[in-house]
């Protein structure tokens, strides 16, 4: 199954005691899968968010969620309650050593579209660098009228 969707992703990251930055976003993209292969989430970043020719895509299994992107700017966060994942995050700039520590995970995709949800803390070279989230809302595109 292979549909065009409609992504609405709401990030925020909280550094320190500086005010939560938060980031809104409504783009096209494709949701692949099934439920017995899990799910994949597409779309291409765009200048708002400062990764524009990026390919982002977020791979939903059961227990863990993976967010690949892969462009000007390559990098790969693994989601898992319990478990601190690291990573490399290729810039045009040098390599950085990633962290995520997941605090909580919630995924329920479907052919129709669906939610994640997802609230961690990154670290950069080893040092906690924010608090982060993502809300994320799919529905299927709407049909043209002919």
């Given amino acids: 199954m292979e549909k065009d969707v409609i992504i609405s992703i709401k990030g925020t990251q909280a550094v320190d005691d500086a005010p939560p930055e938060v980031i809104e976003l ?12 899990g ?3 597409s ?6 968010t400062g990764l524009e020719g990026t390919l ?8 863990q969620v993976t967010l690949l992107r892969v462009g000007e700017f390559n990098s790969q966060m693994v ?3 319990g478990r601190r ?3 490399m995050y290729e810039t045009p700039y040098g390599a950085l050593s990633v962290g995520v520590n997941t605090h909580d995970l919630r995924a329920e995709l479907g052919e129709h579209g669906g939610k994640i949800q997802i609230s961690y803390a990154i670290e950069i070279e080893h040092n906690v ?4 989230s993502f809300l994320i809302d799919v529905r ?6 002919q």
């Fill in 39 to 41: 799910y994949t989430l």
């Fill in 140 to 145: 299927e595109k709407s049909p043209l009228p």
């Fill in 85 to 87: 994942h690291f990573s």
């Fill in 56 to 63: 982002t895509t977020f791979q939903v299994e059961p227990h």
């Fill in 26 to 37: 409504v783009t096209e993209g494709q949701l692949r899968g099934s439920e017995r292969e």
């Fill in 129 to 132: 660098a924010g608090e982060n």
């Fill in 79 to 81: 989601f898992q309650l």
């Fill in 43 to 48: 779309y291409q970043e765009s200048e708002l």
